[in-house]
């Protein structure tokens, strides 16, 4: 079973502030991880994903998350936050075992990005 | 990219009728596609798994015979909400997978958002 956990439903940072969105995942196979970013009405935008490469991800938009086993945590930080940063994250887990047969992607709960000016 | 496009965008409609959304893969074939529903503020949750040219398999919960949904082709997968109600109103998000590729990625269409009035 697979599942993710996102601390925090709403985080606020002023503008070029540090941005840490918080996620830890469960799962009894090794994971692929996402973040992905969702605009008002909009569907979701990939933001980076670990796919058991390097555990240090980098995405667009300046984003970066890191992969920790030991804390089975996927963690997404941005060094300065920009006011168009200010959208909806959600963290997500797939079973890498899955991968050429189609993945159930778990989805967290989300987190409310508000960027202060 | 892989582009994945839903259509209608929005569509407001009356209790009791029913609703087809469509969702299309634009530039790749789609072996698999996934349908989730997102009630305002809230996660996506998977509703269903639809695999080209068989039944789809539905998530515990999501009646089957309320949400019909046809993969009749590699590019079109459509989700018909049948005599629907206000508590079916909602975000309506589709992903397509590839075996080809990116085996890990979905890639997510715009999203409908269904009003049942």
């Known amino acids: 079973a697979q599942s993710v956990t996102q601390l925090g439903s709403h985080v606020s940072v002023s503008e070029g502030a540090l941005v840490l969105l918080r996620c830890n995942y469960s799962s009894s196979v090794p994971p692929y991880l996402f973040w992905y970013v969702q605009y008002p009405n909009q569907g979701l935008q990939l933001l980076l994903k670990?796919?058991?490469?390097?555990?240090l991800v980098k995405g667009i938009n300046g984003f970066e998350a890191e992969f920790k086993k030991s804390e089975t945590s996927f963690h997404l930080t941005k060094p300065s936050a920009h006011m168009s940063d200010a959208a909806e994250y959600f963290c997500?887990?797939?079973?890498?075992?899955?991968?050429?047969?189609?993945?159930?992607?778990?989805f967290g709960t989300g987190t409310s990005l508000t960027v202060i000016p | 990219g892989a582009v994945v496009s839903q259509h209608p965008s929005r569509v407001i409609c009356k209790s009791g009728t029913s609703v087809k959304i469509e969702c299309r893969s634009l530039?790749?074939?789609?072996?698999?596609m996934f349908w989730y529903r997102q009630f305002p503020k809230q996660s996506l949750m998977l509703m269903a798994t639809s695999n080209e040219g068989s039944k789809a398999t539905y998530e515990q919960g999501v009646e089957k015979d309320k949400f019909l949904i046809n993969h009749a082709s590699l590019t079109l997968s459509t989700l018909t909400v049948t005599s629907a109600h206000p508590e079916d109103s909602s975000f309506y998000i589709c992903?397509?997978?590839?075996?080809?590729?990116?085996?890990?990625?979905?890639?997510f269409g715009p999203g409908t958002r269904l009003t049942v009035t």
């Open positions: 992903s397509a997978f590839s075996d080809r590729g990116r085996l890990y990625e979905q890639y």
């Open positions: 670990y796919t058991s490469a390097a555990t």
């Open positions: 530039d790749f074939q789609a072996t698999t």
């Open positions: 997500a887990v797939s079973d890498s075992s899955k991968a050429n047969t189609g993945n159930q992607f778990y």
